[in-house]
């Protein structure tokens, strides 16, 4: 780098400060970087743990190491997922690997297939480049985003018909989850946020260790003719931007045709009681 106005300047001098250099960049600053303090992934993915150290240096893979280590949230103990050295390598995790074509660029990042829920912690990533050593840590969170869908539930109640919408989410992870309703009506076309009629149960734990959801939304029944598209907004921290479920309501003068169709089977018993009379009295 700085050869060419060495001429003035002793040999020793350049030779020492090439050794300092190399001591310098291989010992002190040999480091790694992570992907931050935190890394999200989703479960069952298959996911990279990055661990690279910077400036992609060509190495000798013959003469480095790498270790993973994981720390769960519950217990103290690191247990070791990974290790490479030399023509050695192990995964006590199964499936984990560090691609050694990778490695040899600097890139020690953990590959780990179908990530789970239980394996969310505190990851240390060891690096030794004989003689040096260098290690990082990321924390890693496992999420699982949630299947939404809509449907209408019709139930009596009292004598009445119970008309509600039901927002099933499954299969997410962590359990806070909040659930909100909107719609929109031709008079108004905008989206009103509704609070009336909601009423959302408590989350269920499934076995895999994911939760589900339920969201109810009772209807009023309408008298007019008319379209209204009711919406089913879910947050989630698995979520970028919320999720959003539509539902359309079309009611073509629904107490009319209710009615009619109410007092159909009474009369349909007369007729046939009527029609059996009317045989008796012809014998
Ligand atoms: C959660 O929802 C899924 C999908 O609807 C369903 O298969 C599963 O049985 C539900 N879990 C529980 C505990 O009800
Ligand atoms: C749910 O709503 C509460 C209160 O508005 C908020 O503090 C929380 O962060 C929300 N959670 C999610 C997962 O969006």
């Known amino acids: 780098m700085a050869g060419r106005s060495a001429a003035s300047v002793s040999w020793d001098f350049w030779l020492l400060l090439l050794v300092l250099g190399r001591w310098l960049t291989t010992a002190d600053f040999l480091e790694v970087e992570m992907a931050g303090r935190t890394q999200i992934v989703s479960l069952n993915d298959n996911v990279t743990i990055f661990c690279k150290i910077p400036g992609s240096p060509h190495l000798n893979i013959k003469i480095m190491g790498i270790t993973w280590f994981r720390k769960s949230q519950m217990s103290e103990k690191e247990v070791k997922l990974f290790e490479f050295f030399g023509d050695h390598q192990a995964a006590f995790r199964p499936g984990a690997i560090v691609f050694p074509w990778r490695l040899e660029k600097g890139d020690a990042s953990l590959q780990l297939p179908e990530v789970q829920l239980g394996e969310a912690g505190e990851y240390r990533c060891e690096v030794v480049v004989t003689p040096q050593k260098a290690q990082g840590r990321v924390w890693i969170e496992v999420v699982a985003y949630p299947a939404s869908r809509l449907f209408l539930e019709r139930a009596m109640v009292k004598g009445n018909e119970d008309t509600r919408i039901v927002c099933k989410s499954s299969g997410f992870y962590p359990e806070a989850i909040n659930i909100t309703w909107e719609k929109w ?49 879910v947050w989630h921290t698995s979520l970028l931007t919320p999720l959003k479920v539509n539902f359309t309501q079309t009611v073509i003068g629904s107490k009319k045709r209710d009615a009619s169709w109410s007092i159909l089977p009474p009369c349909l018993g007369l007729i046939l009681l009527l029609m059996i009379g009317l045989c008796f009295w012809k014998r």
């Open 185 to 233: 009506t031709q008079k108004v076309p905008h989206h009103l946020e509704i609070s009336e009629g909601v009423i959302t149960s408590p989350a269920i734990k499934n076995e895999d260790g994911t939760f589900n959801v339920t969201s109810y939304l009772n209807l009023q029944s309408s008298l007019e003719d008319s379209v209204t598209i009711y919406q089913c907004v």
